[in-house]
């Protein structure tokens, strides 16, 4: 039901709508070293990352999460140095297309004292051969918001992660890591027989199908999960040359928004409107990210893959909104960050 359903999978707004489609698997390519977080600035305020940069998840619009990432780098460049991220919260308008470039414009939104700041990132994109300048940047339609709130960072941080108290220990260790399985070696064992179609492999097949290998994101599943069938954990790896290591904290909403924004939607459709017609409407996507730790580079194995661990609970849909939750943690056991997602949408007419 996932492929018939996401083959169609349709985001519109007010003003825009594209079709999500032409997905291929992880193994359909290998991944093309690209900087495809950066951002650099163009004009005071004003941070661009080019089309050739951009991801391409679901044909012709760009990947969330790397849009997520690139505001919160903008963010962090016009903050004034000494100044920690501490949260992201993020909604999504209309499509970011992959055939322009994409420009960030930041603006200080508010300030408490000296300890606080909170930014406003604003994602634009001008047209093509029709003369466009970046002062022509405030009439364009605006594509996706971010707020990023900043704190003074004290002269010698506490050196332990601030742990959210309705969050758990990490679901996995490094222990589950070292057994954990590959997901070509998920589909041979489920072809063979040897294990079942448990709700965790069926979810990690879903992803696979729907993901790019352009995305460069690598996924492992533990050998036994956690039986919580509300909750799906799993470790997520990128290129450690993905970004730079001062720049982790940026790492965090591409990983997280790298399954949230499929499988919420998709999570969303079977649990509201099951036997409903392929087509699903979703017409405004926001997440909210709380970051911990600056200090969580993550594992780097010998390929140069660094690898999270990702738990992710769907907590349900009702009356056209869908809601979830997840964390991200190195395999030390620390805390990176938590977010929150909600899905607005309707079904097809």
């Excluded at 163009?42 to 990947?63: D, Q, Y």
């Excluded at 000296?114 to 022509?136: H, N, P, V, W």
């Excluded at 960072?153 to 222990?175: C, E």
């Excluded at 409107?273 to 709380?290: D, E």
């Amino acid at each position: 039901m996932f492929n018939h359903v996401c083959r169609h999978l349709r985001t519109t707004s007010p003003s825009f709508t594209t079709t999500k489609d032409l997905f291929r698997s992880f193994a359909s390519a290998p991944p093309t070293p690209r900087p495809k977080l950066s951002v650099s600035q163009v004009s005071p305020g004003i941070f661009v990352t080019p089309k050739e940069n951009l991801n391409v998840v679901f044909k012709p619009g760009a990947f969330g999460g790397q849009l997520m990432a690139q505001s919160l780098s903008s963010a962090i460049n016009a903050a004034p140095s000494g100044y920690t991220p501490s949260s992201l919260q993020c909604f999504f308008l209309g499509p970011t297309l992959i055939d322009k470039d994409v420009y960030f414009t930041t603006s200080l939104l508010r300030e408490s004292g000296k300890s606080f700041k909170t930014y406003r990132i604003e994602a634009k994109q001008l047209s093509d051969g029709d003369g466009d300048t970046l002062d022509d940047l405030p009439s364009k339609p605006l594509n996706f918001e971010a707020t990023v709130s900043f704190y003074k960072t004290p002269p010698h941080p506490d050196q332990n992660p601030a742990i959210s108290p309705h969050v758990s220990a990490s679901p996995l260790s490094t222990s589950d890591f070292e057994a954990s399985l590959s997901l070509s070696d998920v589909n041979a064992s489920i072809k063979a027989g040897e294990i079942s179609r448990r709700a965790l492999y069926q979810m990690a097949l879903k992803l696979t199908q729907s993901c790019t290998a352009d995305m460069q994101l690598q996924i492992r599943l533990p050998a036994n999960p956690p039986l919580n069938t509300g909750q799906t954990s799993y470790f997520i790896g990128v290129p450690a040359d993905l970004i730079s290591g001062s720049d982790l904290k940026t790492l965090t909403p591409y990983i997280s928004d790298s399954m949230t924004q499929v499988l919420s939607a998709c999570d969303f459709l079977d649990t509201v409107w099951k036997g409903w017609p392929s087509k699903l409407t979703v017409w405004n996507y926001s997440i909210n990210y709380h970051i911990y730790s600056s200090e969580g580079s993550g594992y780097v194995d010998s390929s140069g893959v660094r690898w999270f661990v990702i738990d992710y609970v769907f907590a349900g849909a009702q009356d056209g909104v869908g809601n979830g939750v997840n964390n991200i943690w190195n395999l030390n056991g620390e805390l990176l960050s938590t977010g929150s997602y909600q899905v607005l949408g309707s079904p097809p007419k």
